[in-house]
């Protein structure tokens, strides 16, 4: 409860603020699936402050979760904090099993978790290439994937400050299955382009980044069966 009421206390003057100054728009938010499963929120990340705008811009029945790195986990205080606000601590560039074990009890248990697959925030502001732990908790918890692109807070809080146009666009929540839930090297590549493909899609064009010429294909490939179809 305690951790409940310190979530609306930011999320409640950030939508304040959001519909009485900051030029910030959402989208898609009819495409968030009910509460009741578990779901995985894959955003793309430019700045930290994607954070704050991700988290104000769902509604408050879908209190994420979140994955953050272990070194944010300085002291006994902003560790409570964290935990209050349902973090769960990563350490990068290792295969950390507590974290997985954690996670995917939370999606078991009904979690509205967010995930950076690119695992850092981009420099470019282009799409960097994708990690495939979302698609292992997604294929192990048989959970969707929320695919969702945020962009124009390059500047951060300054940016938004000055009214600079802050976007974000969720799109329609997607499975994706392997069998018995072991996923091959080859096809866990697949798959992250699949689930990162499906978060440049909803991108300009100017951020799709490492994805660009995979994205013209699927554009293209879609087309064609659209056509074929037709």
Sequence with gaps: MLGAFMYFCI????????????NWTIEGAENLPPRGQGMLIAVNH????????????????????????????????VTWWLREMQVIPIKRGKRDT??????????????????????????????????????????????????????????????????????????????????????PWDRMNELTD?????IAELLPPEYWGVYREKMEQWQLTDTADTKAGA
Aim: net charge positive; charged share 20%.
């Design 98 to 183: 507590a974290a997985l074990d954690e996670s995917e009890e939370a999606l078991r248990n009904g979690a509205v978790l967010i995930v950076f697959p690119e695992g850092h925030r981009s420099r470019t502001g282009g799409l960097l290439e994708g990690r495939g732990g979302t698609v292992r908790l997604a294929v192990r918890t048989h959970s969707p994937i929320v695919p969702v692109a945020v962009w124009g807070t390059e500047q951060g809080l300054k940016g938004a400050a000055l009214r600079k146009p802050i976007h974000i666009k969720i799109g329609k929540p997607f499975f994706l299955t392997a069998p018995d839930g072991k996923i």
């Design 11 to 22: 999320w409640l003057p950030l939508n304040i603020v959001r519909r009485v100054w900051w």
């Design 46 to 77: 430019i700045n930290w402050t994607d954070i704050h705008i991700l988290g104000a811009s769902l509604p408050l029945s879908h209190r994420p979760w979140w994955i953050a790195k272990i070194e944010m986990f300085l002291n006994p205080f």
């Design 194 to 198: 699949v689930m990162m493909l499906h």
